[in-house]
């Protein structure tokens, strides 16, 4: 009862607040100021999300709060009013923050983040869905020491969930060395209200990943309910306000733990338990939002996580470096005979760490050996691929590239916890054998760090490099009768499903045709199924009957036919983690690309975010579509609608990374090697009518095939 009463107190001084910033704020910059949170598709989410107006200005906002003043807040002290109470508080934090970025899109310094962009979300999205990170934490108030918080934040850290902290915990981590930002999955939002951006970040999952129409109150709380894998712990008292926000957690069906004592009828089992043991927060947080690990222990003396992930370590931090151009370095994982592989043998063949002074640079092979009754010989470019994410998880450890261009640093900080050369392979067995156990039976790896042994293996590496590019180039969505699906992501989009075939990676760009078929073997009941691909129903546009079949019935009977090589046409749908978009360009009888990376406007009038917004859900939207950055370069590519030729606009950074194979493939498709040249830019244009004149002047083929529409 009591908690009702504080709830209903602390959103009656929220939603006075918010109030009074409003009428100020309006006095100050008028009815008609434009009202707007950087890079997303969705307005002021939370209202989005629950009520469905579309806010832009700021005398929209106030028939908005009155509405919610009326209705949610009411004195009398049931648990249903106090949820009411916490949506009340959250409407009102969503309100004072949105106007902190009236005429001003970045107003919190460093580190706080304040509000999220959609594009971080977008990022979460893959990993999130297929468990990388388990979970989402908002940790908000002061720890009883910065020591005992911090430790709580290393622990979510190593988890790998996703951890949002608000209030005084933020100076607590920093001052405790604790490595925060997105590169860390650990996001500081700020102060007080500013906790609403976690809540936004989840509305925004419902309404981008999950479809759920605007406005539609009740579907987005069950989506919260039974998807959204986030929970809360409250630090410190608890006041009024901070009562309110928690019903408001409630509201959206997240469950809190907080490290106060509570009396038993203050608690809510279940819901709102009391845990004052700092060891034992975590644990209980997990259990209450069901969250279940999987627990590997590595023997190396450094934390491991995809919290480090992202972690950069310069020049002048690194104890050693290996490749990068400066010495010798390959990564090779092979596929071997049972004999040939003693289980969980690792041989430095060269130094270790202690021989090699500070700020030198070694070479170094890093060779993979696997025997499995499960494993082929496709499994090892898929396999290899891993040794990137799994080195980079160890925090103090750097790698990027593969194959023979990969280059790694170890850091000073690594050197002095005691991590070692050896400490690489005990970290590529234990994750081999966690994450495949399926096709991995055997792992012994060998560390090679001398010079004149690197000469050598590395020559066995290229000759395996070779051999898998030419099996690679002769796998076409002809030469397969399968393709994959993946629906992966309908944990986020309950009826996406993406078709991988061998010239159509994923649209995340992280699940190619044999990445689906290695998870397959390893899990043959998870989510890339095999697909037959049947009677072929029109060979130009990729439609075939199998595939229609199986889209029918895992799209929850939504979609009925799908074709894979159009986009104007049953295109394939988006789920919301596309690392690009395509849209059609009337004017130009073309087609432009944007992505995730640029966040400028684009010709087709939105920016990368407000695009997304359009074509996310798991629904087909002919015209756009979002895709892999890679699939631009697919002999795949649209070729219904003419193929790389109908590209018209694409941001710089897309042309630079995908430079080479883009004109490559314009010489293959009789386009010529300037081909690049003539597709516009941001630096052309961002209008149609701005790059019009340009693709004329270039004489852009688009301009001369048949009307796209
Ligand atoms: Fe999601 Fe499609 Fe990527 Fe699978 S392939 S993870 S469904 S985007
Ligand atoms: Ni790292
Ligand atoms: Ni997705």
């Known amino acids: 009862k009591q908690i009702c009463e504080l709830a209903y107190q602390g959103a009656s001084t929220a939603v006075g607040l918010a109030e009074k910033l409003l009428t100020e704020a309006i006095e100050k910059h008028g009815a008609e100021a434009p009202v707007k949170y950087p890079d997303t598709a969705y307005k ?38 106090a949820l009411l109470s916490g949506e009340a508080t959250l409407y009102a934090g969503e309100i004072i923050e949105a106007l902190r970025y009236v005429g001003n899109d970045q107003p919190d310094e460093a580190p706080y983040t304040g509000f999220l962009p959609d594009r971080i979300l977008r990022k979460c999205g893959v990993p999130l869905v297929d468990g990388t990170i388990p979970g ?63 809540v936004n970040f989840a509305a925004r999952a419902g309404l981008a990943f999950g479809g759920v129409p605007k406005g539609e109150r009740e579907r987005m709380l069950e989506y919260q309910k039974n998807r959204v894998p986030a929970f809360v712990i409250a630090l410190g008292e608890l006041d009024a306000v901070t009562v309110a926000i928690g019903a408001g957690a409630l509201f959206m069906g997240f469950p809190i733990v907080t490290d106060q004592a509570l009396p038993p009828e203050l608690q809510i089992p279940g819901l709102l338990e009391p845990q004052p043991d700092y060891d034992k927060i975590v644990k209980l947080a997990l259990e209450l939002r069901n969250i279940k690990l999987k627990i590997v222990d590595i023997p190396v003396p450094i934390t491991v996580g995809p919290a480090f992930e992202g972690e950069t370590i310069r020049k002048k931090e690194a104890w050693v470096e290996f490749g990068g151009g400066r010495s010798p370095g390959f990564e090779l994982v092979r596929m071997a005979d049972a004999d040939h592989v003693e289980d969980g043998k690792i041989e430095v063949v060269g130094p270790e760490i202690d021989e090699m002074p500070e700020g030198s640079v070694f ?197 009925e036919e799908v074709n894979l090589y159009t986009l104007m046409d049953k295109p394939m749908t988006s789920c919301g983690c596309f690392e690009a978009i395509m849209a059609v360009l009337p004017l130009t009888n073309g087609v432009m690309i944007t992505t995730r990376e640029h966040s400028g406007d684009t010709p087709c009038g939105m920016s990368f975010s407000t695009l997304a917004g359009t074509c996310g859900g798991g629904v087909q939207t002919p015209g756009f579509m979002g895709i892999g950055r890679r699939y631009v370069v697919s002999s795949k590519f649209i070729p219904a609608d003419g193929g790389l030729g109908r590209i018209v606009w694409m941001p710089k950074e897309l042309k630079e990374y ?22 516009a830019d941001e630096t052309v244009g961002i209008t149609e009518e701005e790059i019009l004149p340009f693709l004329e002047e270039r004489q852009h083929p688009a301009l001369k095939m048949d009307p796209l529409m």
């Open 363 to 559: 070479p170094l092979g890093i060779i993979v050996d696997i025997y499995g009754r499960k494993m082929q010989e496709d499994f090892e470019g898929v396999l290899e691929r891993r040794i990137h994410y799994f080195i980079n998880y160890g925090e103090g450890l750097w790698h990027v590239a593969q194959r023979d261009l990969c280059w790694l640093r170890i850091s000073k900080g690594a050197k002095e916890a005691g991590f070692k050369i050896r400490h690489f392979g005990e970290l590529l067995i234990a994750k081999f054998k966690s994450d495949y156990p399926a096709i991995v039976d055997r792992v012994q790896v060998t560390l090679i760090t001398d010079a004149q042994v690197i000469d050598e293996k590395i020559k066995i590496a290229r000759e395996k490099y070779q051999a898998r590019d030419a099996r690679l180039k002769g796998l076409t969505d002809e030469s397969v009768d399968t393709f994959y699906s993946c629906t992966l992501c309908q944990s986020f989009a309950p009826n996406h499903v993406c078709i991988v075939s061998p010239e159509r990676v994923g649209l995340c760009g992280a699940v190619s045709w044999l990445d689906a078929k290695a998870s397959n073997e390893i899990t043959p009941t998870g989510p890339n199924q095999p697909i037959t691909k049947g009677e072929c129903l029109d060979e130009a546009k990729g439609m075939w009957k199998n595939l229609n079949d199986f889209l029918y019935t895992s799209s929850n009977r939504t979609l």
């Open 658 to 679: 995908l430079k080479d194979e883009l004109a490559e493939r314009a010489v293959q498709l009789g386009l010529g090697a300037d081909f690049v040249d003539k597709i």
């Open 44 to 81: 002021l989410p939370i209202v989005t999300a629950l009520s469905g107006e579309d806010i832009t200005t700021l005398g929209e906002i106030v028939p908005v709060l009155q509405r919610i003043k009326a209705n949610n807040l009411r004195p009398e002290p049931e648990l249903g009013n």
């Open 136 to 198: 989402v934490a908002v940790i908000t108030g002061k720890a009883k020491d910065a020591k005992a918080g911090a430790a709580l934040v290393k622990d979510l850290q190593s988890k790998g969930i996703l951890v949002m902290l608000v209030n005084d915990i933020i100076e607590q981590c920093i001052a405790e060395n604790i490595k925060v930002g997105l590169d860390y999955l650990t996001l500081p939002l700020g102060k007080f209200t500013q906790i609403v951006h976690a």
